[in-house]
């Protein structure tokens, strides 16, 4: 009998072994003045520090011009009044001048040069904020609702993520040693330190977790690797619902990468919590593709091994029997924009960011204008999934000099723009992100522009439709739960996705694999003129897509 060759591990597995201080040879590139980036081997050790080395492939005619991204980590999404005005200085002396809100309640810094990483990354501790596991193959940002309006219970939740983060955090010492100390780290000690969680090898891919408090589903909770529903009647929390095996990556012509959905497992008590978020990624350390990154996320272990065994493995290793999980529902995603009372008689204010961006563009001093409202009155500052930005537990007193304020810097409260465009995502893809096949952020807004006009063509101007962008398929802004998703294929050239819901619980699916940046208005024109003439009563576009247009499409693998 022949046998199959037994597949290699990855080129990270041979890394992470050697090296699970995961420190490599980072001090020394970065005492080294006559070298001004990192050597791939240290790329990878780098992003489980929170840092990305990118070039700007604007200008790679002229040679490669490196510069780093800095991933912080805001577990729930939440930060200080004074750690937003540290991340503010730091984006100012340090990078591009502007802070990106990710869809995982975190801010990205964009072009830091080598120079300047290690006094950024510091300073950002001193600010009591941790880069450290914000990307790489551990646990990343755990993500939490960050409405205070939605319920009492959500403060309780946040906290329950912050400390749950703190629990899976990496735990090797070379992060503050390299970053913090500025010390030498001792190659001996970096072969024999073992993670306690992670072990030796961490994780076989990046891993994320998020809670989410029916009915609203802000976090998209059915993307992520680990979830936590919330279970409770709006005062009390009774417990969670684990669910599991979500995930948005996939590679272009490969059959073997998708998006899927979480699968709901059981029903846990809150005790219970940590050692349910343990078990289930040690199963993913220990059952996850080792060989093949494409395919190393938890969702292919859920895929081939199935939900009944998932729930057999969480329970031996937690040490509990999971319940049967209890009835939910979520009705729609998204966030609160404008003025709301607070649960606890505060007021916060939700302000959207385009694209994230938090920037100074013209008469419309964003970043300048949260500055100044945040200088004087400290609010606390929270991330969220649909990258804006809420200013939290304001006094109501205070509320009319926010308002102006910002008014003065061009940001109004009641913002003037779209349901559509509030509703909206893209990635930052070119010229930063080295995996971008198309251009995302840069055009989004002049699409929009586009499909707003075709939206009023078609007597739809009022619409809400959840449209998002990527630059390519791994879906950092989770196209594929959208309304509307465009995939990055090549240069001009998207995928075009239709039929995912508000409520953010289905998946989208390809209506067209390649459409041209210039013909998406003649492609929505048809779809959106039958949307207005044939929809059921409040149908939302999405739903008509499912519902009408499927049916009648060949779709395409």
């Given at each position: ?37 990192f050597q791939s081997d240290d790329c990878e050790f780098l992003k489980f520090h929170g840092v990305y080395q990118q070039d700007d ?406 619409e809400e439709i959840v449209i998002r962008m990527t630059g390519c398929p791994n879906g950092c802004a989770r196209p594929y739960m ?76």
């Open positions: 009998m022949i046998q199959k060759p037994v597949a290699e591990l990855t080129r990270n597995e041979g890394l992470k072994t050697s090296n699970p201080q995961l420190a490599g040879t980072l001090v020394a590139t970065l005492s080294d003045a006559t070298v001004d980036h492939r604007d200008k790679r005619k002229t040679g490669k011009h490196y510069m780093m991204m800095v991933r912080t980590k805001f577990p729930a999404g939440v930060i200080t009044g004074s750690q937003y005005l540290a991340c503010d200085r730091l984006a100012e002396q340090f990078g591009n001048n502007t802070l990106r809100v990710t869809t995982r309640q975190c801010f990205q810094f964009h072009g830091i040069i080598k120079s300047r990483i290690r006094q950024t990354i510091a300073e950002l501790n001193h600010a009591l904020i941790t880069t450290l596991g914000a990307c790489g193959d551990v646990e990343r940002n755990i993500m939490a609702p960050p409405t205070p309006a939605t319920s009492p219970i959500v403060d309780e939740v946040i906290h329950r993520a912050r400390r749950l983060s703190d629990v899976l955090l990496p735990a090797t010492p070379a992060y503050h040693q390299i970053w913090v100390e500025g010390a030498e780290v001792k190659l001996d000690e970096c072969k024999t330190f073992e993670d306690p969680l992670y072990q030796q090898r961490y994780l076989p891919r990046k891993f994320k977790t998020a809670f989410a408090i029916p009915p609203l589903n802000d976090v998209d909770i059915l993307t992520n690797d680990l979830g936590f529903i919330v279970i409770g009647d709006g005062h009390h929390i009774e417990g969670f619902n684990l669910i599991a095996g979500g995930g948005m990556g996939r590679s272009h012509g490969n059959k073997e990468t998708f998006p899927r959905l979480a699968d709901v497992i059981g029903f846990l008590t809150p005790e219970n919590l940590e050692s349910a978020a343990k078990a289930v990624i040690t199963i993913h350390r220990d059952f996850g593709d080792r060989t093949n990154r494409k395919h190393a996320r938890l969702k292919y272990v859920l895929e081939e091994r199935g939900a009944g065994w998932f729930r057999t493995e969480v329970e031996k290793r937690a040490g509990f029997k999971l319940e049967p999980a209890k009835p939910f529902r979520f009705t729609k995603q998204g966030d609160l924009l404008g003025w709301h009372k607070q649960t606890n008689g505060n007021v916060f204010l939700g302000l959207f960011v385009e694209n994230g961006r938090i920037e100074d563009r013209g008469d419309y001093r964003l970043k300048t204008g949260l500055r100044k409202v945040i200088e004087p009155f400290l609010p606390e500052v929270r991330c969220t999934p649909s990258q804006n930005l809420l200013l939290v537990n304001i006094p109501p007193e205070q509320q009319s000099e926010f308002t102006q304020i910002l008014a003065e810097h061009g940001v109004l409260v009641d913002s003037p723009l779209t349901p559509t465009r509030l509703a909206s995502m893209s990635c930052p893809a070119l010229p930063t992100c080295g995996l971008a096949l198309a251009e995302s952020e840069r055009i989004m807004p002049s699409v929009l522009s586009e499909i707003e006009k075709l939206l009023e063509e078609t007597g739809l101007r009022d959208a309304e509307i998703g465009f995939v990055g294929k090549g240069p001009n050239r998207y995928q075009l996705y239709l039929g995912g819901n508000v409520e953010s619980t289905r998946l989208n699916w390809l209506f067209k694999d390649v459409v041209k940046t210039d013909e998406i208005v003649n492609e929505l024109r048809a779809l959106f003129s039958r949307f207005s003439s044939e929809r059921a009563e409040n149908e939302r576009f999405g739903d008509f897509c499912e519902r009408v247009i499927k049916p009648a499409t060949s779709v395409l693998s």
